[in-house]
């Protein structure tokens, strides 16, 4: 069993220790974070979509998806701050081995699917505002990378605050426009009104609700509300609930008002005008400046961008969630960021390269359906997780909330069914091919046979729902002897930590150890001769070493110089092996940022390299 904590990074790392409305708002923020996937350029598409082929009338599916998700995001929020596990974990750990990395790549599907709905918006918000062909603004946004890692280390507050920022330019761009078209209130107010959908209007239905209750935001959630620290007793634990459920309400009910408002704004401008075919993003920004002149076009553009930006972070930590909790894998946050949206460029770029660019929109409500389809995977294990009265004790969901629940995913899944069946049937009329019996169809059968074991697994296996800690149980502590480093290896680079690196390297051994004080030359010359180069630098370092070794003579200790050439953390390696060092004394310089990734690697490098104990002294 791991012994990670849920984004480690920051896990309760903001204090609750306030009072009055100061408590209150150390606990807002976790749903704000999710609220940016609520109104990502792929709702964008099937509100648009939605608005300019069928005006208000599905509003109504806008509000139902809004009130699902206020439901599951609370859920979500629930198994977070009662159990302490995210989503993920909770799964891993309930069910079988086999079935978590399917689970796994459903969700990683999703976030692709995501993704690629932030890729499209942010390639279309360039081109829009600045005219960049859409090709150069997909690639420009690999480049996100670095904003990330630079927010990461930054902290979850300032984060919480990039994202808030980026939210509030989205929802005041649309409050603007909302006052320029002027639509009619009693037609939408008639358009919440539920309807029978079927053929396109389904299609762009389940796109809005794949768009609004997205899944990886359920494993997001639950991993969020853990950087609150809290008391974890009856009290705290219920307090950290209620102000979990007013950040959820509040934050839900603004993107469904951002939400809300695309779509009037599609169809109070493009349906109402007899524009009925404006699934397109870009063609509703040149009918904007058709209709309403320069200024709700460049605020509609701005808006997909902030959009786009907001989303792709939140993205990434739903991605670090799912690998961590499903798989127990772990691998660095910005590299975590460049495969998937790696992932996540390429069709878009086939897309381009093969369909042109017009295709695009539709590929943005495809990936939305993606979202949708992947639902229940997340949703099911969630309401079994939250109701298992013996493990959430009195916290477990009341016996109404757990029939709304189900009656949500029962919709859902019905739902997607529905589209999968009836797109299957669209493509054996179309194309009668091979791969629709092969490939498709057995598919559709597995994936379905799958979400049926996951609902009936945990009733026939309820002792399985324990979710344990996530840490394995206490060894016993044998007797404890001191150990005595006879060869001391002191990694020495000439900078000002070199005096803590000895200084603490000096306590661990004492008169009787042998030290080893070890620079490595990095030149050019250097790399390429190796021991027999005698360079300017070379010399200099070797004596300063000297030095050292002088000065440490002088206070009684015993210490050798070496020098390796090259790779630093190959060198030190190699050092260390051939003098057989028993323990290797380092410093950390500390970088942050993108300066870790450029300097900061020589550390964690070698302690890959050997196998002895790594001193690390900041």
């Known amino acids: 069993m791991s012994n990670k904590k849920s984004l480690s990074e920051v896990h309760e790392s903001i204090t609750t220790e306030k009072k009055g409305w100061r408590k209150i708002l150390a606990f807002l923020g976790p749903a704000y974070l999710v609220s940016v996937g609520y109104m990502d350029p792929g709702n964008w598409a099937t509100d648009i979509a939605g608005g300019s082929k069928f005006g208000y009338q599905l509003i109504w599916v806008l509000l139902m998806s809004n009130l699902i998700a206020l439901l599951l995001q609370s859920l979500s929020a629930r198994l977070g701050i009662v159990r302490g596990l995210d989503l993920a974990q909770a799964s891993r750990n309930a069910y079988p081995k086999w079935v978590n990395f399917p689970l796994f790549i459903l969700a990683q599907t999703a976030i692709i699917a995501c993704d690629l709905a932030e890729i499209i918006g942010m390639a279309i918000g360039l081109n829009l505002l600045f005219g960049l062909p859409l090709i150069w603004g997909i690639s420009i946004t690999i480049l996100d990378t670095i904003l990330l890692l630079f927010l990461l280390n930054k902290g979850m507050r300032k984060m919480e605050a990039f994202i808030i920022g980026m939210v509030s330019v989205v929802g005041l761009s649309f409050l603007v426009e909302m006052f320029i078209v002027e639509p009619s209130v009693k037609e939408v107010i008639k358009g919440f009104e539920p309807s029978l959908l079927s053929g396109e209007a389904l299609y762009i239905a389940i796109g809005i609700i794949g768009a609004t209750v997205m899944p990886h935001n359920l494993y997001l959630h639950s991993s969020l509300v853990q950087t609150r620290k809290f008391e974890r007793d009856r009290k705290g634990i219920k307090e950290a609930i209620k102000f979990n459920v007013i950040d959820t309400a509040v934050a839900l009910n603004l993107a469904f008002f951002v939400n809300a408002a695309i779509l009037i704004l599609a169809a109070a401008a493009f349906y109402k005008n007899g524009f009925h075919e404006v699934a397109e993003i870009q063609d509703a920004h040149k009918l904007l400046t058709n209709i309403f002149g320069n200024v709700a076009p460049a605020l509609f553009a701005i808006a997909l961008i902030a959009a786009g930006q907001s989303s792709t972070v939140t993205g990434t930590l739903a991605g670090q969630i799912i690998m961590e909790g499903h798989l127990n894998l772990r691998i660095q946050p910005w590299l975590r960021r460049l495969i998937t949206r790696l992932l996540a460029i390429v069709p878009a770029f086939f897309t381009i390269l093969h369909f042109g660019e017009d295709s695009l929109s539709a590929l943005l409500i495809l990936s939305q359906v993606v979202l949708s389809l992947q639902l229940g995977f997340a949703i099911i294990p969630l309401i079994h997780f939250t109701s298992d009265k013996k493990e959430m004790k009195e916290f477990a969901i009341k016996t109404w909330v757990k029939i709304l629940a189900w009656i949500s995913a029962l919709v859902i899944v019905v739902l997607n069914i529905k589209l999968v069946v009836e797109e299957i049937s669209t493509w054996k009329a179309e194309n009668d091919g091979w791969y629709i019996y092969v490939i498709v169809i057995p598919m559709a059968i597995i994936i379905a046979l799958l979400l049926l074991y996951i609902f009936i697994y945990p009733l026939t296996n309820p002792h399985n729902l324990k979710v344990k800690l996530p840490h394995g149980d206490a060894l016993e502590i044998a007797t404890v002897e001191k150990i005595d480093y006879k060869r001391i290896g002191i990694a020495i680079d ?119 104990p790594v001193l690390i002294v900041r």
């Open 494 to 612: 000439f900078s000002k930590h070199d005096r803590n690196t000895i200084r603490h390297a000096l306590i661990q051994g004492g008169k009787h150890a042998h030290y080893y004080l070890i620079h490595v030359v990095e030149t050019a010359a250097a790399r390429y001769h190796g021991q027999t180069v005698l360079d300017h630098e070379t010399q200099a370092d070797m004596e300063n070493l000297k030095k050292y070794q002088d000065n440490l003579a002088e206070l009684g200790y015993h210490a050798m110089p070496q020098i390796g050439f090259g790779g630093t953390a190959r060198a030190i390696a190699e050092i260390s092996n051939k003098q057989n060092i028993e323990l290797l004394v380092m410093g950390a310089h500390g970088h942050k940022g993108l300066k870790d990734i450029i300097f900061g690697t020589t550390v964690n490098a070698v302690r890959h390299k050997v196998s002895i």
